[in-house]
Structure formats: C-alpha cells, structure tokens
C-alpha cells in the first residue's frame, strides 16, 4: 500500500515556466514533508520542508503548498532553469519516525 | 562536503555470490538506513537502525542482512544475490529525532549476472 503518492511520474516544462509536482497522503500521523531532489549520477538531497502548521513555505524560486484537509502538498518551481532538471522526491513522516517517500517526478526543463 | 560514505562504489557478482556494503558516517547521527533504488528510480527503505533498535522493513528478503559496530557504521549483507537485487544500494544518516532530515551517501551499484 503506497503511503505517499507522487504525480506525474515525469514533466518537461520550458526555462521559465513553473514546474508543478503533486504529492498526497493517507496516514494523518504524518507531521513532515520534505522535497529532496536528485541529479543524475547523485544521490538525494533535502531541497525545502515543510509542517503542518503553515499552509505555505517559500525558499527562493521553490515554494511547497500544503493542504492538511485535502491531505495534498505540492512543490512549484518558479523559473524553472535547465539546470533544476532533476527527479524531485516527496517525502513524509510522523513525528518521530521514517521517511516514506513518493516514486518520484523526473522533472525535465529545456532551454 | 561528503559526510556519509559508502564502499565500493560499483560491484559486479554472479547469482548466489554473498556481498557486503560498507557505509561510515561523520555527522554524528545515530540513526542509519539502507534504502534500495531500483532503475525507475523508485526509492524504498530496507532497514533502519540506530543505537538502541533494529527496525526491519518487513518486505526485505532474509538473504539482506544489516550490521552495525558502531552508530557511526551500518554494513549491508547480501547472502545470496538475486538477479533482482541489481539497484543502486543508498546509506542515509540522521539524528533519532529529526529523521525527517536524512543525508545520503553516494550509493553502491550493484549489477548481479
């Protein structure tokens, strides 16, 4: 049973434009969603996180929206560049706990 | 800056063969994992473990082994290898109470003919 559903599996945006990934879930212990992202030949990395008890969080031009009633949060790349071509990962966890991660958006930005 | 290292970087063997991966980390966590990744990118936890408890994914298959001297070191042995257990094998560190806030290490890739 997938715990963290992740969409689309893959999306090629234009330099630019903004980059939309989409994650759900099920379990209302969870209490923390990160985004790691991971380039090719690399392993993952922490991008941007958030908690329940803000609906938004920005860092520079990647911003996570959350949803806690929709059980929903999504991570918008503004100005997308080439170089944020990557496979991007959610993530969740309960308050103390592991990561359960989605399966990932390869994320593809053309100049 | 690396701080979560793993040996070897590739590994090639035959099915049946038993392999065992190294992984030290300089963070001072004391909570590691192996994670599995499969060519579709898929990222799947196989083992947790920290100072005090072993947590066992329980759709690992018993041939996977974790062992640990220390908090600073996690191994993973594979008994005998499938043609299935070919992936990039990833050893991730973080504190017990931030394990929301892992830091991975490079991985193994391991192909089994």
């Known amino acids: 049973q997938q715990q963290v559903r992740q969409s689309p599996q893959s999306l090629t945006v234009w330099e630019g434009e903004t980059a939309i990934l989409n994650c759900s879930y099920e379990?209302?212990?969870?209490?923390?969603f990160p985004w790691y992202h991971q380039f090719p030949g690399e392993s993952p990395a922490l991008l941007i996180a958030?908690?329940?008890?803000?609906n938004k969080k920005e860092d520079g031009r990647f911003t996570i929206f959350f949803n806690k009633r929709e059980k929903k949060f999504s991570l918008h790349i503004a100005d997308s560049q080439p170089g944020d071509s990557a496979t991007y990962f959610c993530?969740?966890?309960?308050?103390?706990?592991?990561?359960?991660f989605g399966r990932g958006t390869r994320l593809q930005v053309y100049a | 800056e690396t701080a979560v290292f793993q040996t070897p970087n590739y590994h090639v063997t035959q099915v049946g063969n038993e392999v065992s991966f190294n992984c030290k980390q300089t963070?001072?966590?004391?909570?590691m994992y192996w994670y599995k990744q499969d060519s579709k990118k898929l990222l799947k936890i196989m083992f947790s473990?920290?100072?005090?408890?072993?947590?066992v994914n329980e759709t690992v298959p018993r041939r996977f082994s974790p062992q640990s001297s220390d908090k600073a070191h996690l191994n993973l042995r594979i008994k005998s290898v499938e043609p299935e257990d070919s992936a990039v094998y990833l050893c991730?560190?973080?504190?017990?109470?931030?394990?929301?806030?892992?830091?991975f290490g490079p991985g193994t890739r391991l192909l089994v003919l």
């Open positions: 993530a969740a966890s309960p308050v103390v706990g592991q990561l359960t």
């Open positions: 963070l001072g966590h004391d909570t």
């Open positions: 991730a560190s973080s504190h017990w109470d931030n394990q929301d806030t892992q830091y």
């Open positions: 473990y920290n100072n005090k408890q072993l947590i």
């Open positions: 379990d209302s212990t969870f209490d923390y």
């Open positions: 958030i908690r329940p008890v803000s």
